[in-house]
């Protein structure tokens, strides 16, 4: 990788997975893995799995170094906490290990933007990286961060190497959604299901991560994601969503030119993660706005006033429905539409004001 350029699986201002040296919260996947390998029954595809921003890279990363250097029997006992300081460590951090191959969406230098696909050139690059470090014998490990986002021909490809894996081989894929994956290539891997971090080990995470005050005001938003509370916290999030807020406390009805504002914040070029960050911010207050009418505003606000507009916008279950349908439908139509290279700000524009149509709707009943 040349050093100036981006990397698509790394958060601007924290340790990115390789260099994270704790994990939190996903001691029981920790646990699983190593009893596999403690009775011989390392399978040489696994399938990490789990919301987005939970530890799943961060646990692809610590397997890698174990396996590449696994520790004398009973030095570390049952932990993938081997030390961090040796000539493997900074291989790996340096992404200079050649027993590793790590596949991700590229970096588009002529448009300056990440691919909205991992297309099959990448998975290509699987032959030449068995042959040519077949000759050095012991394991290779490749891990795919993420394997939801595969094109159908990779998905194709990375299949053909599952099917017939070449000796030392451990493939450790990263999905957020495995439904997208083929289910050929979920049948041939094992899965470590990790969960989403309760709030203490959300806490200490993101004070691992170097993130407090916005991120940690944000954490209710998270899910349990620390990823997703780290972005929240270190790309504007606090404001971002005070916006959408502010937005849709005048719904049915919303300023259109106040719409439009918030929609270009996510447009043009090198503004992908801002585009990224307030889907993710409608799709989070769309899901509280389903569980609100359901179960009632949420005890923790993420900002003031939040639970008062929640509870208007969606008063019963009739309106949990309508909004969880538009959760359903909005977000993943606009992923669409931008991984087609549709006009972002139109796309984001034209999400803000299906929730103003159903706001409208659930006032009409």
């Known amino acids: 990788m040349s050093d100036d350029l981006p990397e698509s699986d790394r958060l601007e201002g924290v340790p990115h997975p390789r260099e994270t040296q704790r994990l939190y919260g996903q001691e029981a996947s920790e646990g699983a893995f190593l009893d596999a390998v403690e009775t011989g029954r390392l399978h040489h595809g696994w399938l990490l799995t789990g919301p987005r921003g939970i530890g799943k890279a961060t646990l692809a990363w610590r397997i890698a170094r174990y396996l590449l250097h696994p520790p004398e029997p009973g030095m570390f006992g049952a932990t993938l906490d081997p ?8 291989r790996l951090r340096a992404l200079s290990e050649p027993r590793l191959l790590l596949i991700r969406r590229p970096y588009d230098e002529k448009a300056g933007r990440f691919r909205a696909e991992i297309p099959v050139d990448e998975v290509r690059r699987l032959r030449g990286f068995f042959g040519l470090s077949a000759a050095e014998g012991g394991r290779r490990v490749v891990i795919v961060d ?32 495995p439904s997208r994956l083929l289910p050929t290539i979920r049948s041939r891997c094992r899965e470590l299901r ?84 307030i889907l993710t911010l409608l799709d989070l207050f769309l899901a509280r706005l389903a569980r609100t009418g359901v179960a009632g505003p949420p005890e923790l606000e993420a900002l003031p006033g939040e639970g008062a507009l929640l509870g208007r916008l969606s008063p019963d279950l009739a309106a949990a429905r309508l909004w969880a349908r538009v959760q359903e439908t ?5 992923r669409q539409g931008r991984a087609v290279n549709l006009d972002p700000a139109t796309l984001l524009l034209d999400m803000v004001l299906t929730l103003d149509e159903t706001a409208a709707a659930v006032a009409a009943r």
């Open 330 to 334: 909005a977000g993943a139509r606009a």
């Open 83 to 90: 030390p961090q300081d040796d000539a493997l460590a900074h």
């Open 194 to 277: 990790l969960r989403p971090l309760d709030q203490a080990d959300l806490s200490r995470a993101l004070d691992g991560a170097g993130v407090s005050g916005e991120g940690a005001a944000l954490a209710a938003l998270s899910g349990g994601s620390v990823g997703d509370a780290v972005r929240l916290g270190t790309g504007g999030g606090a404001e971002l969503y005070g916006q959408i807020l502010a937005l849709m406390a005048k719904a049915p009805g919303i300023d259109r030119q106040a719409a439009l504002s918030l929609a270009e914040r996510g447009a043009g070029r090198g503004n992908e993660a801002a585009f990224d960050l």
């Open 146 to 177: 993420t394997a939801d986002e595969m094109n159908p021909n990779a998905a194709n490809a990375l299949l053909k190497v599952l099917e017939e894996p070449p000796e030392g081989a451990v493939l450790l894929l990263v999905s957020h959604q």
